[in-house]
């Protein structure tokens, strides 16, 4: 469990953070902005949120918990020495990347297919999860990267990728099935 007691404590005032091993890094490091991102896509699924109810809502706040167990498992990068440890480190693993899989084919399945490329828009909640889309894309890039140069679990890459699809899907969902998409029409304004 978590206790903060104090949300300042200094510690960081000279560009430096404690990763969850307690190793000290630049607030500028490739894992910190990897998992920093992961933080930045949960605040827009929270905006998504306030355009969402029942079923999307509930996926939507598993989304946010799971993205809390990302950033856990990022900022930790010992992955070697997990079992060292007098507790379980939490890490992503392949069920949260089958179970998105799962709601992607489910929501997917009642949809038209594409006969073009779609714009960001439409609803509210459509607009919020296109953002939500395009953040988590950007955290994804970030953690390819960061696996090229230090250990990443390969489940949070994966759950990544598959998490801008179910943004995508659901965005389609959030207008009107597909109905409402508001669609690309190359050199429209030429």
């Not at 992503?92 to 899989?101: G, I, K, S, W």
């Not at 084919?105 to 939500?132: E, K, V, W, Y």
């Not at 390969?154 to 998409?181: C, H, M, Q």
Request: proline content about 5%; aromatic content about 6%; charged content about 25%.
């Amino acid at each position: 469990m978590v206790v903060l007691n104090k949300i300042y404590t200094r510690t960081g005032d000279r560009g430096e953070t404690a990763l969850g091993n307690g190793t000290r890094v630049a607030k500028h490091s490739p894992r910190v902005a990897t998992y920093g991102t992961t933080d930045e896509v949960n605040a827009t699924v929270g905006l998504a949120r306030l355009h969402s109810e029942g079923e999307m809502d509930a996926r939507l706040a598993a989304i946010q918990n799971d993205l809390f167990d990302l950033g856990a498992d990022l900022c930790r990068p010992d992955m070697e020495k997990d079992a060292e440890q007098p507790y379980p480190v939490l890490r992503m693993v392949d069920a949260q990347v089958v179970r998105l899989e799962t709601e992607i084919d489910q929501m997917n399945a009642g949809l038209d297919p594409l006969r073009s490329f779609i714009l960001p828009g439409g609803t509210p909640l459509a607009a919020h999860l296109h953002l939500c889309r395009t953040v988590s894309r950007r955290a994804e890039r970030l953690a390819v990267e960061l696996a090229e140069i230090e250990a990443v679990n390969p489940a949070a890459v994966k759950y990544l990728n598959r998490l801008s699809d179910w943004f995508f899907v659901a965005a389609r969902i959030a207008n009107e099935n597909g109905t409402a998409d508001v669609l690309w029409v190359p050199g429209a304004n030429r």
